[in-house]
């Protein structure tokens, strides 16, 4: 079956301008998870959803913002980018009951310039 | 708060074993992933523990002492392709929300 698909797979974006990113989850799963991830500080979690639903959210300002659609696709959307935004952003999705089915995609490569 | 540790870079030699540990302190516990990221790739997963003991897979084998907020990953016979990130995460309580470390750089020499 196929992966976690993420699109695109790189961004060059300029400060202040908005981005929004893609994630396809594996067919059947409804848990959608985005991760930030640099250098120095790793991944770190920003939102989780479940049929469309928002059930968590990181510690990240409000300029990151996220939905799901009925056919468990999820967007993120930062608006007002900065520098710092420059980073891996993955996605992963779980299957219900799945102890430890969590599938990564291939994530998105944001530059901010 | 919540705080996972891990080494941050590991040599080793091909055909040798390694142990790549990771402590953790987080406000709630429902299991602990380690994950292999190649530069450049996506996060793949190793290995899950939710119960205390040792998980055995194939090269690779993990760890958890839930009371010592500990667990370590095992790479034995290593090869070159072993070299990459290695990521310890816990899941937290009742969510499907990951917190991780910011992971082991492993390079596997000839």
């Known amino acids: 079956k196929a992966g976690v698909t993420q699109t695109p797979r790189y961004l060059i974006k300029t400060r202040g301008q908005q981005v929004t990113l893609s994630c396809s989850p594996i067919s059947g799963h409804r848990s959608v998870s985005w991760y930030q991830q640099t250098p120095g500080q790793g991944l770190q979690f920003l939102f989780e959803?479940?049929?469309?639903?928002?059930?968590n959210k990181g510690n990240f300002p409000g300029r990151f913002s996220g939905r799901q659609f009925s056919n468990s696709r999820s967007e993120m959307n930062v608006s007002t980018l900065e520098l710092g935004d420059s980073a891996l952003y993955l996605c992963a999705s779980m299957g219900t009951g799945d102890g430890y089915g969590y599938t990564f995609g291939s994530g998105t490569r944001l530059t901010v310039v | 708060g919540q705080n996972i540790d891990q080494p941050t870079e590991m040599t080793a030699t091909e055909g040798a074993i390694v142990q790549i540990n990771c402590t953790y302190q987080?406000?709630?516990?429902?299991?602990l992933f380690w994950y292999q990221q190649h530069a450049g790739e996506a996060p793949t997963f190793l290995s899950y523990n939710v119960l205390d003991g040792l998980e055995e897979k194939g090269r690779f084998s993990s760890f958890l002492s839930r009371s010592k907020g500990y667990s370590y990953l095992l790479l034995k016979e290593l090869q070159m392709k072993d070299s990459a990130s290695y990521l310890c995460a816990v899941r937290e309580g009742n969510t499907d929300k990951l917190i991780f470390g910011t992971g082991t750089r492993l390079q596997v020499f000839p």
């Open positions: 959803y479940f049929s469309e639903t928002q059930r």
């Open positions: 987080t406000s709630g516990f429902n299991g």
